[in-house]
Structures are given as C-alpha cells and as structure tokens.
Nanobody, 125 residues
Framework: QVQLVESGGGLVQAGGSLRLSCAAS????????MGWFRQAPGKEREFVAA????????YYGDSVKGRFTISRDNAKNMVYLQMNSLKPEDTAVYYC??????????????????WGQGTQVTVSS
C-alpha cells in the first residue's frame, strides 16, 4: 500500500502560479504511475495530469495543456504539479492518486486505487 499527502494549495489571483506536491509513503513508489485529479463543487472528478512510473510519459487534460506540468522525483517519493497561468475555473480540490505495478498511465479515476486527502486551490478573478 501507499499513503499520499498533498500540499501546496491555497488562494492565488488569476494568472498566478502554484506548485502542488504529493508525498508518498512506501518502498515501491518508483513502480507507481501517478495522477492528479480535481473536483469542483457540484462537478465530477476531472483528470488533470498523469506521469508514468519512470517519468518517461506524461499526459494532460485538455483544459490544462500548456499551463500545467507534472513531474516526479522517485528518490524523494514525490510527485509535483506546477500550475501556471491559473484561471478561476481551475478552482477545485486537487487530489493525488497512485496506480501500482509498472502499469501504463491512464486517465480514468477508477484505475487509481490510492488517493490523498486533497488540497484546495482557489483562483480569484
């Protein structure tokens, strides 16, 4: 199993930047594909970004392409989400998720068995 703890959320003005971090426990973190999802009030959970176990492949949701960057540091058991040019519609709770077993990256939330508690991102206009 793996435990995930997100941090770095907060309040930022439109056009600003934030960097989210996700700290993972466990010795097998380097074998996990990792994803970021978000959920705004009254909306379904949305795929944001994902990265393969070795960082060799990354995927982004259409709404964040060109603005967000996912990365990971396997030596530190960390995954990051750099968010630039933030918009009010990026306001949501952001969740880190893990998919074990050297599997391919997927965008469906159902494919990630492990989740963090979430961190709130609020973008003011």
């Amino acid at each position: 199993q793996v435990q995930l703890v997100e941090s770095g959320g907060g309040l930022v003005q439109a056009g600003g930047s934030l960097r989210l971090s996700c700290a993972a426990s466990g010795r097998t973190f380097s074998s996990y594909a990792m994803g970021w999802f978000r959920q705004a009030p009254g909306k379904e959970r949305e795929f944001v970004a994902a990265i393969s176990w070795n960082g060799g492949s990354t995927y982004y949701g259409d709404s964040v392409k060109g603005r967000f960057t996912i990365s990971r540091d396997n030596a530190k058991n960390m995954v990051y989400l750099q968010m630039n040019s933030l918009k009010p519609e990026d306001t949501a709770v952001y969740y880190c998720a893990a998919r074990p077993g050297y599997t391919s990256v997927i965008v469906a939330a159902s494919g990630y068995p492990y989740w963090g508690q979430g961190t709130q991102v609020t973008v003011s206009s």
